[in-house]
């Protein structure tokens, strides 16, 4: 088959901005209602709904993909909806479908590498992002995240030369020069990672991360002097940073200052226990929200008021409230929970489209 990425890639966006989406979407809804729409106004409806996490988005697609299954952009769009609603499984299967018909398209790969990135499935995305830079000349971010795939599958070499393809791609930029920098540290490369990182921490001076990094490259190099000093940096960057107290303060302990070692690591368990607990309550937020989205989209809108409760005065579970709330046709109480969203982030186009539905605030 002839492929179709030329034409594809250079007529698809990404779904609308929520902005743009609001503004068109009434307009939108009419052009549909009004008979015998066209095929590309039911892609454009259902993409807006996608773009505002509108509930009735899947089912515009249906329709879309019914009138016009041949459509890869179409396909596309609705593959990016999934991802979008936590649906991992459903929209890696729509982009395999694509791949199937149109197995050459590298940017079709690339698409779907960088999403696999985000699933974590490092095996997978390390193959298409592989099968995809055979082909084309890929982004510097694109051979950034396949070096950093292959660095997960425990490919070090591989990983090294597709960083040295991604500085080639981008020279200027300090993250490819990172990521091949820190890649030589694990290999045990001090003055490997410490050239490498010296450049990213040029480029970037204010990352107290790769201050860090770089401290360590120069401590494994025997320049602890130098090493004492990114690290003092780091933490005046970032004085929780707790990675950079644990550097200091076994740098420290190594250099006989006991007293100011055992301030620092104090400080690194204090700082590192305060990162664990935020992590902590990150991770149970963002499964809790992954559990409201799923039920409110397995129709168990009731599961889905419960599940959102759980999270008070956040914005999003407010919102998956008040979406909850309209489908059991509790349109009040949903009105409440969204009206709570929109005061918490008034500039969140989505509040306002769920607040609009339901009968308050104002539509675009």
Request: aromatic share 4%; with cysteine; charged share 25%.
């Amino acid at each position: 088959m002839v492929s179709l990425l030329p034409v594809l890639l250079a007529a698809w966006a990404p779904l609308p901005a929520p902005q743009e989406a609001a503004k068109s979407v009434s307009q939108l809804e009419r052009a549909v209602a009004a008979g015998s729409p066209t095929p590309a106004a039911l892609h454009a409806l259902a993409s807006a709904y996608a773009s505002l996490d509108d509930p009735r988005a899947e089912a515009a697609f249906q329709r879309a993909l019914k009138a016009s299954p041949e459509d890869s952009s179409l396909r596309l769009d609705h593959a990016e909806s999934l991802w979008r609603k936590r649906r991992d499984e459903a929209g890696n299967a729509e982009m395999e479908r694509l791949l199937a018909r149109s197995p050459a398209d590298a940017g079709l790969r690339e698409r779907y590498g960088e999403m696999l990135m985000q699933q974590n499935r490092f095996v997978q995305a390390a193959a298409e992002l592989s099968r995809a830079c055979a082909t084309r000349r890929c982004s510097a971010d694109s051979l950034a995240l396949w070096a950093s795939a292959l660095l997960e599958t425990g490919g070090f070499a591989e990983s090294a030369r597709i960083w040295e393809r991604a500085i080639a791609a981008a020279p200027e930029r300090p993250e490819p020069h990172a990521g091949l920098g820190r890649l030589r540290l694990l290999q045990g490369d001090a003055a490997g990672a410490r050239t490498e990182l010296a450049i990213a921490a040029k480029r970037d001076p204010s990352n107290a991360s790769l201050r860090t990094d770089h401290g360590r490259a120069l401590e494994g190099a025997g320049d602890t002097t130098a090493a004492e000093a990114e690290y003092r940096e780091a933490l005046r960057l970032d004085p929780s940073f707790s990675a950079a107290h644990y550097a200091l303060g076994t740098l420290l302990a190594r250099r006989g200052r006991a007293e100011e070692a055992k301030s620092e690591i104090a400080l690194y368990q204090k700082a590192f226990e305060a990162s664990q607990a935020a992590r902590q309550r990150s991770g149970a937020r963002r499964a809790q929200l992954s559990l409201g989205w799923t039920r409110l989209e397995a129709s168990d809108a009731e599961g889905a008021v419960a599940a959102f409760s759980g999270l008070g005065d956040d914005p999003e579970a407010l919102r998956g409230r008040g979406e909850a709330l309209l489908a059991l046709g509790r349109r009040d109480d949903a009105r409440v929970a969204l009206e709570r969203a929109a005061a918490l982030a008034p500039s969140d186009p989505r509040i306002q489209w769920a607040l609009a539905r339901a009968g308050g605030g104002r539509g675009e």
